[in-house]
C-alpha cells in the first residue's frame, strides 16, 4: 500500500461526514499499512543481522582452515 493511499485513508478519518462504516473500513486499512511497515522494518533489521552473523561466521571458518592446516603440517 502506498503513502497516497493511507493519505487518503487518513483524510477520510478526519471528514466528519464520513459514515461510520466508511470510517472503519479506513480505520482497518491505515492499521494495516502500519503493520506493514513494522513488519518491513522488523525484516530489514533480521537481514541485517543474518549479514552480521554470516560474515562472523565467514571468518571463524577462515580461522578454522588455518588451523586445520597448520595442524595437518605437523602431523
Known amino acids: 500500500m502506498n503513502n497516497y493511499q493511507v493519505t487518503r485513508c487518513e483524510a477520510l478519518l478526519k471528514n466528519p461526514s464520513v459514515s461510520n462504516e466508511l470510517r472503519m473500513v479506513a480505520e482497518a486499512i491505515v492499521a494495516m499499512a502500519s503493520g506493514i511497515d513494522d513488519a518491513d522494518s522488523m525484516a530489514q533489521q533480521a537481514l541485517e543481522r543474518i549479514e552480521i552473523v554470516g560474515a562472523r561466521i565467514d571468518a ?8 586445520e592446516q597448520h595442524g595437518e603440517t605437523r602431523a
Open 60 to 67: 571463524m571458518e577462515k580461522r578454522l582452515n588455518v588451523l
